[in-house]
C-alpha cells in the first residue's frame, strides 16, 4: 500500500511555464519534505514543512515554492521552469524532526522541460 | 558544511557474495545515519537507521555500521541476490530531520 503518493509520475511542461507537481500522504505524518535529483547526484533538499510551519533552505531559488493546505497533501510550485530545474522531485514525510524517525518518501515526480 | 561521499561509486559482483558499500562523512556532528536503497525511476526505501550513539544495526543480510568519530558508516550485504541490484545511498542527519545525501552507489548482483 503506498503510503507517500506523488503525482504525476511524469511530467512534462515548457520552458517558462508554471507547474505544480503534488504529494500526499496516509501516514499522518507532521513533517512532509521536498527534495530535488538530478540525474546521477544526491538528492537535495529544497524545504519542508513542520506541520504548517514553512522552513525553506537558505540556497532553493526563489523560483520554487510550496503549499500545504491540510496534513496529507503538499505541493511543489514551480513559478517559471528553467531547463535546468529538469530532475526527480522526491516527496518525503516523517513523523516529527525527532533523530529517530526515519523519512519516508514516495516514487517521486520525473520533470522534464520543453 | 557537511559533506558526504560514498566509495565505490558502481559495483558488479556475482550472485552469493558478501560484499561492503562505504559512505564518509566530514562532519562528525550528527545525528543520525540512513541507508537507502532506489531503483532505477523511483523514490528511495529505506533500509536501516543508526543513531548517532548507536554502532551498528542489522536488517535480515543487512547490516550497517557507524563509527561517528572517524566519519565513516558501511553497509554489509551478505549472500548477494540479483535482487539487491539498486543504487544505495547514504544519509546523515544534521538536525530537525535535514539529511545531507551522499551520491550513491550503484549496485549490479549478477546471477
Known amino acids: 500500500d503506498a503510503m507517500v503518493i506523488q503525482n504525476p509520475r511524469y511530467q512534462v511542461t515548457q520552458f517558462g511555464k508554471p507547474v505544480t507537481l503534488s504529494c500526499s500522504q496516509t501516514l499522518n505524518h507532521n513533517v512532509m519534505y521536498w527534495y530535488q535529483q538530478k540525474s546521477s547526484q544526491a538528492p537535495k533538499l529544497l524545504f519542508h514543512y513542520y506541520d504548517k510551519d514553512f522552513n525553506n533552505e537558505a540556497d532553493t531559488p526563489d523560483n520554487f515554492q510550496s503549499r500545504r493546505p491540510n496534513t496529507s497533501f503538499c505541493f511543489l510550485d514551480i513559478r517559471s521552469p528553467g531547463l535546468g530545474d529538469a530532475a526527480m522531485y522526491l516527496c518525503a514525510t516523517s513523523t516529527d524532526r525527532g533523530s529517530d524517525q526515519p523519512q519516508h518518501f514516495g516514487d517521486g515526480t520525473r520533470l522534464s522541460i520543453l | 558544511k557537511q559533506e558526504v561521499t560514498q566509495i565505490p561509486a558502481a559495483l558488479s559482483v556475482p550472485e552469493g557474495e558478501n560484499l561492503v558499500l562505504n559512505c564518509s562523512f566530514t562532519?562528525?556532528?550528527?545525528?543520525?545515519l540512513q541507508w537507502f536503497r532506489q531503483d532505477p525511476g523511483k523514490g528511495l526505501t529505506s533500509l536501516l537507521l543508526?543513531?548517532?550513539?548507536?554502532r551498528e544495526q542489522t536488517s535480515g543480510r543487512l547490516n550497517a555500521s557507524l563509527d561517528k568519530s572517524s566519519g565513516r558508516s558501511t553497509l554489509y550485504i551478505a549472500a548477494s541476490q540479483p535482487g539487491d541490484s539498486a543504487t544505495y545511498l547514504c544519509?546523515?542527519?544534521?538536525?530537525?530531520?535535514?539529511?545531507?545525501f551522499g551520491t550513491g552507489t550503484r549496485l549490479l548482483v549478477s546471477p
Open positions: 544519509a546523515v542527519n544534521t538536525g530537525f530531520q535535514k539529511l545531507v
Open positions: 562532519d562528525s556532528a550528527i545525528y543520525n
Open positions: 543508526i543513531q548517532s550513539s548507536q
